[in-house]
């Protein structure tokens, strides 16, 4: 009998192939007291070894940066950013002196204390970081016994590898003539081995957590990175139906490819634009690849993962970088949104987040209010980044008319300040702000007052006017966008922006899954931001509907009141239209 395990879909795709379990480079970690005389030989032994874990590191470096992009590349500098951190490295030899223990046992309680730490924060993408320690780690000990570490470089069968977590290294070193897909037990999708697997173009599917141990080595398998499961073991007819998806799959992905740089204008002569998403820098060449006409969402929270928080000057460079690269093309930068479910290590320093509640707390725009300094100094960042293309700036969470009256003046006289130093930006930014409470959906006419662009965040938006936690499986069920009371805060805010001439975006997850693109472009969007992985699915739905048939589509759902009906509906349109694509 088949066994079928499920997963998050990192990199999408269908392969089938025979199963390869990587367990990586097995290190031992001895454990013994050293003498007196045997200490500077011990820091000798850490020091060569440290300079050959950064040559390595720098030369993984180096060939992502040629074969792929310097942004990829640069994945690898937090790696040796580590590596050269004074701190961790005085901090390893004052222990050695100290508890004269030798130096694999001191790094593996360092590496031990800073996973801990990091198990400690309640966000995922710092979590997601523990592989990146663990990745060097091993690569220090193994250097200190000169053992050699193992690769999946040197595979040479086509293969689906299954492992309970890949470096980032090891994702680097795949060989992708031989490495059809792969699967990991932990990890989530903004894992850096994840943004390689996307960029590499092979099929992924993460923290499957028992996947390890439910295959044999050389099962066959089939990996379906479109749906998030696993097939261990599969029927001749699954083989013979995946085979059929398979060829399907390359079939509309040459397809899709003709579509890259031609317009997003639906059958009726309606051009609709198409933005991309960005989590992390490292994405832009992968957004640019599909054809996206700018950013809609650029999240600046990946510059603030350290415990120390960062300076001016280096959130000038992050934002200068992407700005410039996507020049003419516009980029709207959100502030700062922590709190709720994603708390950073620095803001335990400036809050306490020991929240009954907080979703509810202190979050996003209520957090830099409250800690000026933060904002003003990511505020003077965007805007002195502004001067080198076209930018927007958006402010997250604002759910009342004396929070956008506030930021405005701080940015007011931020901007004061800037022009008496001399230092050149955007006089003329456009300042927008998140619509993604139902305060915000409600008083859209007023806000409106205050702003020159509305975005509309789906996730929150959904969250906060069904009073459903998105996070609690218990209660996941009441978690849906085609509730008839979102549905019609929608189309309020769409109603708003109109009468008001205010441009509007949507920018949540619906944004960007194809099943929904009819009732988007029905209830009046025009500009929709989203990831990579479907941009051009969604370029193919724009141009093969006409506005009024999703026009016609959403007066029919507002007819009907339950969520289950509105979806059956919806979905069932969109399947009959689109029978290949994925709901």
Request: net charge negative.
């Amino acid at each position: 009998m088949p066994i079928i395990i499920k997963g998050i879909i990192a990199s999408p795709g269908i392969k089938i192939g025979k199963a390869f379990i990587y367990r990586g480079t097995n290190v031992i970690i001895p454990k013994y007291i050293i003498n007196e005389n045997q200490i500077e030989k011990e820091i000798s032994r850490f020091s060569r070894a440290l300079e050959k874990t950064k040559k390595e590191i720098m030369e993984i470096q180096s060939q992502i940066a040629d074969n792929l992009s310097k942004d990829l590349g640069d994945i690898f500098l937090s790696h040796i950013m580590v590596l050269e951190d004074p701190l961790i490295e005085q901090n390893a030899i004052d222990i050695v002196r100290k508890e004269k223990r030798n130096i694999e046992w001191v790094l593996n309680d360092i590496s031990l204390d800073l996973i801990s730490n990091l198990n400690s924060i309640n966000d995922d993408y710092l979590r997601e970081r523990i592989i990146d320690i663990s990745d060097i780690n091993k690569r220090l000990i193994s250097n200190l016994q000169d053992t050699e570490i193992k690769t999946l470089r040197n595979i040479k069968n086509r293969v689906i590898v299954f492992s309970s977590d890949l470096t980032p290294s090891d994702t680097a070193m795949m060989n992708k003539k031989y490495v059809l897909a792969f699967v990991t037990d932990k990890g989530g999708n903004t894992t850096h081995s994840a943004i390689m697997a996307r960029a590499l173009e092979i099929p992924a599917i993460v923290g499957c957590i028992n996947g390890t141990s439910m295959v044999k080595e050389g099962d066959t398998v089939i990996v379906d990175a479109i749906y998030g499961k696993i097939i261990i073991n599969p029927s001749e007819k699954d083989i013979k139906e995946y085979t059929r998806h398979q060829e399907d799959l390359r079939l509309q992905e040459i397809d899709y490819a003709k579509l890259t740089h031609l317009p997003a204008v639906t059958m009726d002569n309606e051009e609709i634009t198409i933005l991309g998403n960005i989590e992390l820098p490292e994405e832009k060449e992968l957004i640019h690849k599909h054809g996206a006409q700018g950013i809609g969402l650029l999240r600046s929270e990946f510059l603030f993962l350290d415990k120390s928080l960062p300076d001016e000057d280096r959130q000038f460079i992050e934002y200068k970088n992407v700005i410039e690269y996507f020049n003419p093309l516009n980029v709207t930068i959100r502030t700062l949104d922590v709190g709720g479910d994603k708390i950073y290590s620095f803001t335990k320093e400036y809050n306490d987040y020991n929240e009954q509640n907080p979703s509810l707390g202190c979050r996003a725009i209520r957090f830099s209010l409250q800690n000026i300094d933060i904002l003003i100094t990511q505020l003077r960042a965007i805007l002195r980044a502004s001067h080198y293309g076209n930018v927007k700036l958006m402010f997250p969470m604002i759910s009342t008319v004396e929070e956008i009256i506030k930021v405005r003046e701080i940015l007011s006289e931020i901007m004061d300040n800037l022009k008496n130093k001399g230092i050149p930006f955007d006089e003329n930014i456009p300042v927008g702000i998140m619509i993604e409470v139902p305060s915000a959906a409600i008083n859209a006419d007023i806000l409106s007052m205050y702003v020159d662009f509305f975005s509309v965040g789906t996730n929150d938006l959904v969250q906060y006017t069904l009073a459903v936690d998105r996070l609690n499986e218990n209660i996941a069920y009441l978690y849906n966008a085609c509730n008839l009371s979102i549905l019609r805060l929608l189309k309020n805010v769409i109603s708003v922006s109109i009468k008001n001439s205010i441009p509007l975006s949507i920018c949540g997850e619906i944004a960007g899954e194809p099943k929904f693109t009819m009732l988007l472009l029905g209830l009046g969007f025009r500009n929709l931001s989203m990831s990579s992985a479907f941009i051009n699915q969604i370029k193919r739905i724009i141009r093969s509907v006409t506005i009024t048939e999703c026009e016609a589509l959403v007066s029919e759902l507002l007819q009907i009141g339950k969520t289950e009906e509105i979806e059956s509906k919806l979905f069932s349109i969109f399947k009959e239209k689109f029978p290949m694509m994925v709901i």
